[in-house]
């Protein structure tokens, strides 16, 4: 898993956790008693790219200390299905009250991988990039980010900070002022942080001229044909980078490569993920 | 929308804003002059239900007390595609920074409420009632649970302190001390709060004998064949509730259903969300 | 001590000790050099049941790693007074510091656990339980509960989702709009999740046939005499749970229990507390 | 009510609500419709000091805005019993979410103003002065300590830097070191802040001169006898202010008061608190 | 002032305030009654730049909504001393309890602006821009950068993710490991979210031609001559920004900008700050 | 360093590190392998004194337990510049991410206490203290002053709670009412809390009386020149404590101290900080 702040990790546990848990488990608090232990196996019922071992780590060490965390894997591993991908031990109190958030944040993150590395499968002899998008479940950005990256993809922007993008509405709103395309590229070239690229989002090609002469230093295709796609490409060549963007699927992204984009932006690789399904196998007590 | 405790709507809007929002939106901060006013429209793109209706309004209120927002529908309506769901108007540069973040929460909510309605539709003329559970993506149980809600869904234990569910794990380890399932009922009713019910995980037919001399109130039939939950539906009759949980899909649901459960919980309402496609409509700048 | 959300008892700590010690410790920083250790007994003035004990050794922890704490006895331990229930040592600033907060949560905690045995040894060869209510000191409601578990006492609701109760104003505010009380009940039933039991609070026992009949799970006999109390009882016998409601005192208790009912809810257990009286007791230096 | 930093009652209240709400209402979620709108009021069962009113305006505010809050009396106002403190008007629903923590906030303050007032009026003819102490509840000591104002009585320390406090553990540990009392109290002149007073605790007469001839701004004597405090109060006069500690009871206030003494802190009247009982009752609806 | 995340700003102030008012104003609650109201304005003693004007007013705002703020200037407006720059009027009690800390946010922020405003007067006729760097006050980030900006001044990287920055230390490592400067660069063109720029930290010249070799977006001259200085931007002209960085003074800032380079880093703007003098002038009671 | 409360330095640390690194430090991710170690000292460039170490080591282990950091000095030394002050080791990647926070927070604390330590060096053989004031850097205000205890210095009041302190404009408005100064005094004496000290500024000779006869513990001389300040000592002699304010330079301290006052207040020591330049020098990889 790339860093994450521990602090923004530490905040979002802490969330699934209270909302999981500040109540107490009525069922554990009432039946289990403390002296008994457990071992028990996060086990993927199907393929799959496992992510989040360290969030499912760091909710059991939240909860109780002493339960032990042993991963079989790392983030980014491809699983079959059946084998064990972490082994946790401890206190079977502890461990009932924590599997689901920690399945819940494992589930999630392992999806999100898992239909990455299929997009970037599919693109893999080619030189196009497979990118996420800021469209994440609230107030896990951080996490599905990583996810990504775990399934081989690469992170867009992760906020509005760290790239300009201009997009169709500054466009239009700034042009009703007046300004063109260019003067609009301009002005953000010399407002904005120096340290940060600047792109420019096209919906037809008559518009990649004026964003190649503003100076934008990639232009996203966005909604486009591969034909026009492909002339997009041309027309950008050794001047910008170019994104596709809109609606990629499956079945579209090798096409889409193929027109030559250097990224290829997929909002559902979190905006619509489906859970890997991994399940937590108790061992039997002697 | 059902109620949501308004510091826990803070703290979930806060978290999403603050990921995306708190390096500043370099690019409208670069490019849009604080004098612009903008009108856009919350617009979906395909059939479904709207949820989050109540979100979004709060996330530009967060930012920009003076921007408008109206609703035209409220949440759990149906929408074919095309119309208005809402409007904000105010400050352009607000609507810019948030528009990412409300559209987040309202297609997630939204895919949710619209994924739920369809399995409540399949189901709607029984008296089998759909139930979510709790894989929902860590930090949003209140909003996924709501947005099951705005589907027709009903909530199941919103965290593990408003019921008591004794699964297979609990009932090996107790067995392993000896103890059999009438006991291990018997001892959550004397230990656990009077004010919740208890359910019971049933992996066979010969455990329901048990569980309903040991007083439980609810069953949970899980991963059984039709044929087997019709038998287990017809042991609890007028004994207690029956839930069937396991691997439910829109195919099967109805075949379930017909079985007589009383409940039927679907993880896949919550942790396999489909984003409702929704978009902002800026309208043309005079 | 039952389990206790460890982030909902990190807050209570560290609200606890930024009210007493963010501006630093004026005396113990003016006067105490590092280099003296020190080690210091709690010790009740009076009898009484200790809780608290794992509150206690947070807070030290929470400010001071390397203070060690022993506790001697476990919550739910009677005290005579006079013996010790935990040692604590370490860096003796440190302990002065803490030595206020740590007492301010054992003190209270002791208080609630010792009133609640006293009610519940008052009726503790009859079947009825000593039940606590949501009158808790704002922000110590985990913290209370558990006390009053390590009284003797059980828990009624912790908060307003693990049970419905349904009172005299939500009756009136429904009979006004036209519905009558089982009406109520079956629309509570059909709305509420069904993981929860619904109670209904009866003033005079005409209510009690109503309230059965919309199947009422528990019965709140609020404020009546002994004699309707039992009366009461007699109605609901075998059809449901009843619990006893209103200024019950330990001079009142056993003849209520005696009525038959199942729970008596005492507000005083937690909003009346007398602190049970506890000093640190410091070692001599050599 | 004094000044409370709003920012810390924003934390205050917030506490409290989640702990009560974050998992929302059932039975009000599941009974009362938006539409209907209530009228409550504020009223005392049995005499007393109302304080609090702040604190259960903001409770109403913070989880819906629109209801209405009509204090009709103002903290430290004396109750006989019986009349409207408060009108609370608005959303049903939202007076029935915040009732119980109103309640909760002002039955714990107007019990402590209550108690504190008895003591006052026990002494109000002497110029002895009735103080608290740091026994408050955790997270709770900025309303403890607003209500024994409004009770009459004044504020001690609030936390450990408002003042310096040599007890006897202080001293015992320093004349372990080789210090005696003088030295003690020079050095806190020399290392504390000198904006703070600086109060030295004795247990014996024979404390006394070094306490005085170290400077002493403060004298507390540390439950002695009336006989001795007689004593210690004339040894004091015209060279410090004495302080009575240690057991204080409505009973043996006056006589405490009676031997001079300039302040008497009594613990008791935040560490072991009687709530005052206060009802909200809701006008019929029509 | 530029936007700054409202979530931020109200973590800002209630951090400040929660430091300086979470015990009460002992001063202002026994001496000042609330009927008494106060106009008094904001005037700065000496010449400079006014910013935080909007800091200021949330101060007021947050601890009592109906203190009315009116900025008669705007934040990057020069003051000669003595002129009004804002006014602020009612409760003298809220006055007095936010003055201090208004102050301080607008005295530090003003102290930035004017500071920065006089080394972009210094080269105001050159191409130069300056910029600021991340050696700002903790937990201030956002407002001395909002600072630097009403000076005239750009911002560089906010933080550690909105720019690709390879120092010295990233070189030193990685060619332990025996990669050249080339190599390293190329590693973070492929590792890093392609949004952002890679700027390069070079000590001499020498390594120039790997860092553009390597694809440099921007090369930073790190503590040379100007001699050298002049060389390192004629060798970069055409292929990529450069950056001047190093004890850059009033005094030589100039004869830096003269070398022609694109930008210069001031880490003195934020992390030495002197505050601008201003004063809050109470209006004479009538 | 002095006690710093762990709650309030966690929480400045945690708003440090979340500025910076909440988005993830994009060079080190995409550079630095895991397995790559390093040891780095934090070196002064220029003399001073040395303050902040615990912060800085406190850094390092928020991010990364592991990492090592061990002082060789500790706050409030002095150093020439050169020497080495700490040693940090561990993973370099923790290394590099939290490098810019420690330096921030050790720069500012050690800025603080090296310019304390020239005005209390300046007046060394006389009895005058040199004393911090609350103009400190907003949300930092325990740390800047701990480093003016590191330097030598002594605390005024922390914050608005721990002294009284009545200033023009306290005794302007109330005057209006028709109060006196000596009323004034007795009203604060009479309201406050009586652990705390009264000060009173004066900004004429003529003022002094009235405070003297009102009570006032401190007299704070307000921008008076040397020659009343002497006077007004005089004046107060025996009486109360003088404390003298306003615009005081490292020039004109030694003759303020020569008028016999017992204080004197700098707020340059924390309002307009110079950081102390300190680097980190990476050993050189083998």
New interface residues.
């Given amino acids: 898993m790339?860093?994450?702040?521990?602090?923004?990790l530490e905040?979002?546990?802490?969330?699934?956790?209270?909302?999981?848990?500040?109540?107490?488990?009525?069922?554990?608090?009432?039946?289990?008693?403390r002296h008994?232990e457990?071992t028990a196996r996060f086990v993927p019922r199907t393929p799959g790219i496992i992510a989040g071992l360290d969030v499912a780590r760091a909710v059991f060490a939240?909860?109780d200390s002493s339960v032990g965390f042993t991963p079989h894997l790392v983030d980014g591993d491809f699983v079959e299905g059946g084998e064990t991908v972490a082994i946790v031990s401890g206190s079977?109190?502890a461990i009932?009250?924590c599997e689901?958030?920690a399945?819940?944040?494992m589930?999630?993150m392992s999806?999100i991988a898992s239909i990455t590395s299929r997009f970037v499968k599919a693109v893999e002899d080619l030189d196009t990039?497979i990118?996420d998008t800021?469209?994440?479940?609230?107030?896990?950005?951080?996490l599905d980010k990583a996810a990504v990256v775990a399934g081989g993809g690469?992170?867009?922007?992760?906020?509005?900070?760290?790239?300009?993008?201009?997009?169709d509405?500054?466009i239009?709103?700034?042009?009703?002022?007046g300004l063109g395309l260019q003067q609009?590229i301009r002005?953000?070239r010399?407002?904005?942080?120096?340290?940060?690229?600047i792109?420019v989002e096209v919906e037809s090609l008559d518009e990649i001229p004026a964003a190649l002469d503003g100076g934008a230093d990639?232009v996203m295709l966005d909604n486009m044909s591969i034909e026009e796609m492909r002339s997009g490409v041309e027309m950008c060549r050794g001047r910008c980078?170019t994104e596709a963007s809109g609606n990629v699927s499956l079945e579209s992204v090798r096409e889409i490569a193929e027109t030559g984009v250097?990224?290829i932006s997929v909002g559902a690789l979190t905006?619509?993920?489906?859970?890997l399904d991994i399940g937590l196998d108790?061992e039997?007590?002697?």
């Fill in positions: 790339p860093f994450i702040d521990p602090i923004e905040r979002v546990i802490d969330a699934a956790l209270t909302e999981d848990l500040s109540g107490g488990d009525v069922t554990t608090d009432a039946l289990i008693p008994i457990a939240r909860v079977l109190a009932l009250r689901r958030i399945l819940n944040f589930q999630r999806g990039v990118v800021r469209k994440t479940a609230p107030g896990l950005r951080a690469r992170n867009h922007r992760r906020n509005l900070s760290d790239g300009v993008l201009i997009k509405n500054h239009a709103a700034l042009q009703a002022e609009i002005r953000a010399a407002q904005a942080p120096h340290t940060v690229k792109e990639i980078l250097d990224m905006h619509s993920v489906t859970a108790f039997q007590p002697d």
